[in-house]
C-alpha cells in the first residue's frame, strides 16, 4: 500500500491525525513501516469513500429516537494539497510563525518549516515540528535530510516559499543570490512564488542598504508582505513590525487559493453571530457569560473560506476576526437581533453566540451606589429570541442553525429546542456543571476544543472531541451537502 498516496488523498498529515486521533509520531511510523495499523485501517477505508459520511448524515431512515457516535464529514478545503516551504529568520518576531503555521493549517495548507541557524536562538525546530506535525529542516549539509528530502526538492515540491520574518540579513543574502545556508539556498534554487514579511528595527528597515534589497527582491517578483508601522519589539516606534499572521494569512490564500466562484459557497450569503452580550446593571456593572466566541469565530472563518459572504455579528470577544469577512460588532442581545435582521437575506444563519436571556428593565447611567440593606433586588425582562426571530422571519435563512447549552438531557432539549425555535440544526454542547463559583472545569467555554452533538430532523450524531476550528470544517462541509441536496430537491426530474 502506498501509504503517502493514501495520507495526500485524505488531505495530509494533519487531516490523517485528527482523523485517526494520533500524534505526528505515529503517522511517521506508518510511513517508515508502510502500513497502517489494522485498528485505524476500517476507519481509513470509509474515510476513503467518497459518500460514506454522506449516507451517515443523511440517512432518511435513522431512528429519531437514537443518537449515534458518528465520524463527521471529511473536510475538503479550497487548499487541499497545497504545499508551503516557511522559512523562519532569525529575529524577535520569529514566535509568531508558530501562530503563523496554525493558522495556516486551518486553511488546509501544508506547511514544511525551515529555519535559520539564528531562527534556533529564537525558537527551537521542535516547536514547530510538534506543531506542524512535520519534519523541520535546519541544515544545508544534513546527510540524512539530503538522503531524505534534498535542499533542491525542498525549493521545488513546493507551491510557495514565505519567509517569516524575513530579516534583513536574509532579505540582503537573498537580494544578492548568496546561498550560504538552507534557507538562503532554496530561496535561490525554487522556482515556485515567493513571498517574504519583514520585521526589523526602524532604522534597519529605512537603511538605504534594506531598502535597495527590497528594490531589488521586489523587481524579481518577490511579493512582500508589510511591515506595519507602530511600537517594535526593541522599543522603537516606526515602520518595521512584523505583519499580524491573520493578514499574511490573506495573501497567501489571495494567492493560492482557486478562482473564488468556483467555491461550493460562492455567491450564498452566510450570517454568524459568536461571543457573549453584555447587558448592562449601571454604567460600570454588566451580565455577561463566559462565552469566548471561538466557536462561532471558527464556522464564520470556514464559512468564508468555502467563498460565503459572511457578516459576523460578534458580541465582546477577546479574540481577533477572522479574515475576509463583514464583522459588525455589538454589546447587546437587542443589538445583536438588530443587526441580525438588517443582514437579511441570508442563505445560512449560524447563531453560535451565547445571547443573554434577559437584561436590567431599568439600567442606570449611573454607578449604582452600595446600599445599607444586605440584599437588593434587580427586575429583569426578556430580551429578544434572536433564532426564533429568524426562524419564523419571513425571509427565513434556507439553512437555520441554533446552539444549545445544556447541562443535562442534551439530546432531549436539543430536539425541543430545534422544533420550537422553528430551525434546521442545532448544535448541542453538554457544559459541566460547576461546582460552586469555579468555572475552571467548563468544559466549553473559551477551551480550544469541543464534543457536539448535532441535532437535525430525525437524526442525532454525537461527534467526538475535536478542535472548535475542525468541527466548524466538518459543519461546514455538512451545511454544503445539505444545501446542495436542497438545490437538487426544487430541479425538477429530468424525464
Ligand atoms: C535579540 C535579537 C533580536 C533580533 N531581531 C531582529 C529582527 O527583528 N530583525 C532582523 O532583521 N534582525 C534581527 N536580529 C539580528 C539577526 O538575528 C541577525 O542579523 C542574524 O544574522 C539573522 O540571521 P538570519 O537572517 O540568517 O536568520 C536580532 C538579533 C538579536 C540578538
Known amino acids: 500500500m502506498d501509504v503517502q498516496k493514501v495520507i495526500d488523498q485524505l488531505g495530509g498529515r494533519h487531516a490523517l491525525q485528527s482523523l485517526l486521533g494520533v500524534g505526528p509520531s505515529a503517522i511517521s511510523n506508518y510511513i517508515t513501516r508502510g502500513c497502517f495499523p489494522r485498528r485505524v485501517q476500517s ?21 429519531s429516537t437514537s443518537s449515534t457516535t458518528l465520524t463527521p464529514p471529511r473536510i475538503i478545503h479550497p487548499t487541499h494539497g497545497k504545499r508551503i516551504a516557511l522559512i523562519i529568520g532569525g529575529g524577535i518576531a520569529a514566535y509568531k510563525a508558530l501562530e503563523l503555521t496554525r493558522r495556516l493549517q486551518d486553511h488546509g495548507f501544508h506547511i514544511t518549516g525551515i529555519m535559520t541557524k539564528s531562527a534556533q536562538q529564537f525558537i527551537t525546530p521542535l516547536s514547530l515540528s510538534a506543531l506542524s506535525g512535520e519534519k523541520v529542516y535546519t541544515d544545508l549539509f544534513s546527510l540524512t535530510d539530503e538522503a531524505e528530502m534534498g535542499h533542491i526538492r525542498l525549493a521545488r515540491e513546493t507551491d510557495l516559499v514565505l519567509v ?87 495573501h497567501v490564500r ?12 460562492s455567491g450564498k450569503h452566510a450570517l454568524v453571530t459568536s461571543g457573549p452580550t453584555i447587558e448592562p446593571i449601571d454604567s460600570v456593572r454588566f451580565i ?15 464559512l468564508a473560506s468555502h467563498g460565503a459572504t459572511v457578516t459576523l455579528v460578534n458580541g465582546p470577544v477577546t479574540i481577533d476576526p477572522p479574515t475576509g469577512v463583514k464583522l459588525v460588532s455589538v454589546e447587546t442581545a437587542q443589538e445583536m437581533h438588530d443587526a441580525c435582521m438588517a443582514a437579511l437575506p441570508a442563505d445560512i444563519a449560524v447563531c453560535a453566540a451565547a445571547v443573554a436571556d434577559w437584561r436590567a428593565q431599568a439600567p442606570k447611567n449611573h ?51 430545534r422544533i420550537a425555535k422553528n430551525c434546521d440544526w442545532i448544535i448541542g454542547n453538554l457544559v459541566a456543571v460547576s461546582s460552586g463559583t469555579n468555572t475552571s472545569d467548563n468544559l466549553v ?31 461546514v462541509a455538512a451545511m454544503i451537502m445539505t444545501l446542495n441536496e436542497t438545490v437538487a430537491d426544487k430541479e425538477p426530474a429530468n424525464v
Open 288 to 302: 455577561a457569560n463566559h462565552s469566548s466566541g471561538k466557536q462561532g469565530h471558527a464556522i464564520a472563518a470556514a
Open 164 to 250: 517569516v520574518p524575513a530579516t534583513a540579513n536574509l532579505m540582503a543574502r537573498a537580494a544578492n543570490g548568496i546561498a550560504d545556508d538552507l534557507a538562503s539556498t532554496i530561496l535561490l534554487a525554487t522556482t515556485a512564488p515567493v513571498m517574504m514579511a519583514p520585521a526589523m528595527n526602524p532604522a534597519m528597515w529605512s537603511h538605504p542598504a534594506t531598502q535597495d534589497n527590497l528594490a531589488r527582491l521586489q523587481s524579481r517578483g518577490v511579493h512582500i508582505i508589510g511591515p506595519d508601522s507602530g511600537d517594535t519589539a526593541c522599543g522603537e516606534d516606526g515602520e518595521g513590525r512584523l505583519t499580524s499572521p491573520q493578514d499574511i494569512v490573506a
Open 254 to 265: 489571495a494567492r493560492l487559493e482557486p478562482d473564488r466562484s468556483s467555491l461550493a459557497l
Open 43 to 63: 476507519i481509513i477505508d470509509t474515510a476513503l469513500q467518497d459518500t460514506p459520511h454522506h449516507n451517515q448524515l443523511h440517512n432518511p431512515n435513522a431512528n
Open 445 to 475: 467555554f473559551g477551551h480550544d476544543k469541543n464534543t457536539i452533538m448535532l441535532v437535525r430532523d430525525g437524526t442525532s450524531e454525537a461527534w467526538p472531541k475535536m478542535r472548535k476550528t475542525e468541527i466548524a470544517d466538518k459543519l
Open 367 to 417: 454607578k449604582i451606589k452600595k446600599q445599607a440593606a444586605d440584599s437588593m433586588t434587580l427586575n429583569l425582562v426578556k430580551n429578544p429570541d434572536i433564532l426564533a426571530a429568524l426562524g419564523t422571519h419571513e425571509q427565513r435563512p434556507t439553512l437555520l442553525v441554533g446552539f444549545a447549552a445544556e447541562t443535562e438531557n442534551l439530546e432531549a432539549n436539543a430536539q425541543q429546542k
